[in-house]
T-cell receptor
């Protein structure tokens, strides 16, 4: 519906492992933001990428890292997974010149055991 | 203190009731304000933006009080389909902040027949 697709939709990892989540932004959108939503909480801003460069970061440790590719798709990587990393990870795309109209993907559910 | 605070509820109301949600934000530099709706295990979706003059969209009315740093959402004639979590969201204006949204915890509404 929003044109933002995320993969995988669900995954289970073991503590200490690494995970890569992927996001394809809506056509024409040059900005991608990632959010973490723990159960019962609102989404928390992780970081944003604009034209392949990090453009702002929330209060997350360096083991959370990302990439944006020339086609504006993006990856979120989390190293040394902890149990508290279990959450819904949301990708949102926008076009920088259009203010705050952003479009969320359906998210990736990560469970760390 | 959280930057955006909401009463998590849940609010349990009968069909046809009027229900009001409140939200406060701590950063006076916040410039843009929104209400998002999130259905269970789905991504957040924009319900409406909130303007200082107040704005209405059908059964939904949003108000902003900048002096008190307070945002509200009123839902009239509640429908079963209104059952969801309502997220209060703020952001700083400026293209460099596009997509960097600060979410409240969310308020859960359950409308019963």
């Amino acid at each position: 519906e929003t044109g933002v697709t995320q993969s995988p939709t669900h995954l289970i990892k073991t503590r200490g492992q690494q995970v890569t989540l992927r996001c394809s932004s809506q056509s024409g959108h040059n900005t991608v933001s990632w959010y973490q939503q723990a159960l019962g909480q609102g989404p928390q801003f992780i970081f944003q990428y604009y034209r392949e460069e990090e453009n702002g970061r929330g209060n997350f440790p360096p083991r959370f890292s990302g990439l944006q590719f020339p086609n504006y798709s993006s990856e979120l990587n989390v190293n040394a997974l902890e149990l508290d990393d279990s959450a819904l990870y949301l990708c949102a795309s926008s076009f920088k010149a259009q203010g705050n109209t952003i479009y969320f993907g359906e998210g990736s559910w990560l469970t760390v055991v | 203190r959280k930057e955006v605070e909401q009463d998590p509820g849940p609010f349990n109301v009968p069909e046809g009731a009027t229900v009001a949600f409140n939200c406060t934000y701590s950063n006076s530099a916040s410039q843009s304000f929104f209400w998002y709706r999130q259905d269970c295990r789905k991504e957040p979706k924009l319900l409406m933006s909130v303007y200082s003059s107040g704005n209405e969209d059908g059964r939904f009315t949003a108000q902003l009080n900048r002096a008190s740093q307070y945002i509200s959402l009123l839902i009239r004639d509640s429908k079963l389909s209104d059952s969801a979590t309502y997220l209060c969201v703020v952001s700083k204006v400026g293209s460099s902040n596009t997509g960097k949204l600060i979410f409240g915890q969310g308020t859960t509404l359950q409308v019963k027949p």
